[in-house]
């Protein structure tokens, strides 16, 4: 809770400022902030013992560990606590001792991106906003959308035109203001910055808040208490902007600093071969560039990854190992989970274990490692992919002869 | 548990069998069997304290009122304990004193039928099949193929032709054998009966399956207890094949013969006009008749529903009130929800909340009255008709001048 944030820190210039809800970037030089927290204070409030009494079951258990006074008081939807399934058969596959599968496409509206909108919500309440705004490549945006919509804030919301059908709908359907932008994400990115500033709007862009990612790490302290505290070797995921992984990154060295944990695991970062900026920079450990958008995982298709710094720390302060996918490997590991473990997740929500899968192969990762797999989207949010990865059912008239051509085939 | 069961009594003869785990209708007369226990036995084993200091956030959480041995060997994925939200907005909006919404949609295959699916893959389990099947006009099929698919059981699935893409999506990524009829539900069913008949499967056909309704009935234990046990006046639902009313229905008898609730709420039935052969035998007082099915809910699309008599029973049992709604009505419905509580529902999934709104505008359900709406099924499982609903997004090009533009018009 507030009480625990000592302030937030500028990345580039490393002052300290006040931690007040409306904040952004440093308003010195324009670097991204980062919450700190007192962490011998929360080691006083929290054990593994007190965690393991409370019957919240959502990412708001982990409140000593939130930057918020309180959860709010206006409605809000039930965000995190979604389920991590032992893969034994699949492990078993890819040849891997241990292999854990979170599925956090079971949230409200289907992916990660709740836990940095829920915390929006709450951050947009305690700033006395009155509307909220963002752009994203779609989960953000529908993830905001519906968030806003179960607290009573309007919602204005820049989505690129590529957006699936299936957010868009889900943005629709919660009533946000969509403006569809005929261009790359970067270009709506900064028209929706420009509108923000215009209009006063509560931002909820992600990499510019510095309060989301605080919200998605809470995926990481779900993980460490869902294992009983034994941390995995590496924590898998998918890269875009880079909000997600150095949100992981961040909850795992919160949890490493007050005592929960005792050693860190590695992140594997794992990005489209067609638009991999992040990995590019750390495999031949150079500045990033931007690149092209090209891959059909939307939701990691960004060629200016807006929180790349965060996201190159991250990587290389866990050790971290780089794999980059093809479209392919992602509509493969797109079939194999829901095959082998009954989780449909979008193409950026399998590219994580696409990237296992191929780190395995190439022996970055090592055959008795124990991995943790973060699906971050629901596949129904992307049917036609789920419909190029699987393919189309056997279609017959209602006839037995019919049913026995095909069994015979089958 | 199964010590607690006592026999499957059939609904026709009355007759009480052995609850063996492959039995499906009455083996004399044809008949649909319900699963009854020893209530008193659970009343001595369960009460509100017990359950309340269960970890176990699942279906399965009440084990002692299910037909099972155990929860089986194999892994699961995590169904039931979906989140209830009070309405309040939308309960003002509709004129009502209380509302909450019971949102199915976050289950593991983003529907209700996951609870009746995990049930047939224990109940597969225990009877010691190799596959399992069934016939569904899209929930009940893709929920078999994932929680069949994370249990490592093949499935064979039938579905009528029209089922919505992202039924048919997740039914291929979870590797499912789909066979894809060209004609009515009813003739789609028909064919996997002899079908399953002929191999020799597992029959995960709801209404012929007794096993089934007693996972869905855990829908209804999870809304007691998520109440505080304070049952609300009305619990509102869609009604297609009829096995999930009378599966609600089963549940909240249950809870009232162990005394773990003191009253029994009444059902509101929703069917769409354009397939109501329930509702309609229930408003003439006459025996049901097949209809045709003409509504763009296909999960609740049924002209002739499988499990009519346990469905009408309920209805009737409870005092039910029954209401009709038109495909116009079930797509506000869907914009009301997503616009005022984040809930973002398939049509069949959100038609109860339509009957709501009819039912207090016709004055069915008093003003004073509480209502529980259940939400069955996620509104991404049909991306075409939340669009249809919602509309698209206005579109422009990446210029602050066109922004303005549409900000006038907003």
Chains 1, 2 share one sequence.
Not at 48 to 77: C, D, H, K, Q
Not at 158 to 187: T, W
Not at 337 to 363: D, I, M, N, S
Request: contains cysteine; glycine residues 10%; charged residues 25%.
């Amino acid at each position: 809770m507030m009480k625990h944030v000592t302030g937030a820190r500028c990345l580039k210039c490393a002052r300290l400022w006040p931690a007040k809800p409306s904040l952004t970037t440093c308003p010195d030089c324009g670097g991204l902030l980062d919450i700190e927290y007192d962490y011998d204070a929360i080691r006083w409030e929290l054990n593994r013992n007190t965690l393991s009494a409370r019957r919240e079951l959502s990412m708001w258990r982990y409140l000593e560990f939130l930057p918020v006074e309180g959860i709010g008081r206006r409605p809000r939807l039930r965000v995190g606590w979604s389920p991590l399934y032992e893969a034994e058969g699949l492990a078993r596959k890819l040849g891997l001792s241990r292999l854990f599968i979170k599925d956090d496409g079971v949230n409200p509206t289907a992916s990660l991106k709740d836990r940095a909108s829920a915390m929006a919500v709450v951050k947009a309440e305690e700033a006395g906003a009155e509307v909220i705004a963002c752009s994203s490549t779609g989960n953000a945006a529908s993830s905001l959308a519906g968030n806003a919509a179960a607290a009573g804030f309007p919602t204005y919301i820049f989505v690129p035109s590529r957006a699936p059908k299936g957010k868009v709908a889900q943005l629709m359907i919660f009533g946000a203001h969509v403006i569809s932008v005929d261009s790359s994400y970067e270009d709506t990115f900064k028209l929706s910055q420009q509108a923000i500033e215009r209009y006063g709007w509560y931002n909820r862009n992600a990499a510019i808040n510095p309060f989301l990612m605080e919200g998605k790490k809470t995926v990481a302290l779900e993980i460490a208490e869902q294992l009983g505290w034994h941390m995995p070797d590496f924590v898998a995921l998918s890269v875009g902007d880079g909000c997600t992984i150095a949100g992981v990154w961040k909850g795992l060295k919160d949890l490493h600093a007050t005592g929960l944990i005792d050693r860190l695991p590695r992140l594997l970062s794992v990005q489209a071969e067609g638009c991999c900026p992040l990995n590019r920079a750390i495999a031949e450990n150079k500045p990033w560039e931007p690149m092209e958008e090209n891959t059909l995982a939307d939701s990691i298709a960004v060629g200016v990854p807006r929180n790349a710094d965060k996201a190159l720390r991250a990587i290389r302060e866990s050790h971290g190992v780089v794999v980059n996918v093809s479209d392919q490997e992602i509509l493969d590991a797109a079939k194999l989970l829901g095959r082998t473990c009954g989780v449909f997740g979008e193409p950026a929500g399998v590219a994580g274990t696409a990237g296992v899968k191929k780190a395995v192969e190439k022996g970055l990762i090592p055959a008795e490692a124990s991995v943790v797999s973060i699906v971050t989207g629901n596949g129904l949010k992307d049917t036609p992919n789920a419909i190029r990865a699987a393919g189309e059912p056997v279609r017959i008239g209602p006839s037995m002869d019919e049913l026995l051509a095909v069994m015979e085939r089958l």
